[in-house]
């Protein structure tokens, strides 16, 4: 393209003295690559708040629990009610091979609502769960203090426990170390041993960091639980589908419980795995969608750059007549043409962009500043090498909608555009 000065004066002087129009055709563009990046940093923003909320969870484990059996069997009567026991850790563990992780857990009845946690004056009504040391593994945290539950808490039924950052907050002053000390659940007493916090949940008053672990077995010592177990947390080993894990498991469990083989709903189940690909596949949709709508848009603003220029040959077909008569050749013609087209769509498609991530920036600060607890929403972003190579996609497109009118300018015969009116 030609790129002397006179040519781009040139080029500034046509722009100027058809404002309206050229401000019209550069804002079509402008309204596509702004429409396309918001939308982006939208779904984008959409995608982190929700799976935030699942970055917590282990994205390969089923929960499984029981619930009352719907079809009799064995001489044993529809409706009936049965829990796992701790066999039934040992029997998964010995024969499904698939398990990586198993964690299994109850948790302490507190239906009154009465505070069920006590450390000197200061009391407090938490979640108390009896787990295994595999539950770190599937449940996601991180220790700030201390250590988590080991296998020699369960073998010997320590009493210890491991608090969430809030309940560390709520039960000890400001600074205050808490390993050794000790804190009173339901009238029992057990040692702290560590704090834990969820990255993700940081500033937030989460239910999962107002959480106190303790070993399943002095849990269910302590409170009279006998051999009983709430539920099963699993996870696969890597390259293993948790569908496989979740199959074996329920049809060893409900074996073991006699439970009609055709009974689908006497255990319960929530596989992450598959929620992960649903919401996956969702967003995969949705990324699909915003693109589709984003380039047509981008290709209407470039359709009318087009069209524009097309106007611009055929206003300058005498001036462009002239120009050929006095020794300009075709490429000059064709070159200064496309390189006002360019100018129009990447003038108009780099304000468009930073408009676009300048607002995406003052939402997500506006989101952060509000602090609200809602996840649906968060840090809506753009990633810089996407904007880019659209800005450059933008500046090829407009070069291709003014190689159009380019062509009808140079196949214009010079005698006809000199008599053109």
Known sequence: MILDTDSWQEIFITLKSNKLRSILTAFGVFWGILMLVIMLGAGKG????????????????????????????????????????????EALKQNIPEIEYIAPRIQLSNADGKNNVTRGLRTGTFNVYGDYPDVIHIRLMEMIQGRFLNELDIKNKRKVAVIGKRVYEELFPQGEKSSGEYIEISGVFFQVVGVFDIESLAGEDHDDLKTVYVPLTSFQQSFNYGRRIGWFSLTSKKGISVSVVKDKAVKLLIKRHKVSPDDTRAIGFWDSEKEFNKIYNLFTGIDFLIWFVGIFTLIAGVIGVSNIMLIVVKERTKEIGIKRALGATPFHIVSQIMSESVLLTSFSGYWGLVVGVGLLEAVSAFVEKTATRSSMFRHPEVDINIALVSLLVLIISGALAGLIPARRAISIKPVDAIRQE
Request: net charge neutral.
């Open 46 to 89: 959409l995608q982190n708040g929700v799976t935030d909320d699942f970055s917590r969870f282990a994205s390969n484990a089923v929960y499984m629990w029981t619930r009352a059996t719907t079809i009799p069997y064995q001489g044993l009567p529809k409706g009936r009610r049965f829990s796992f026991d701790n066999d039934d850790i």
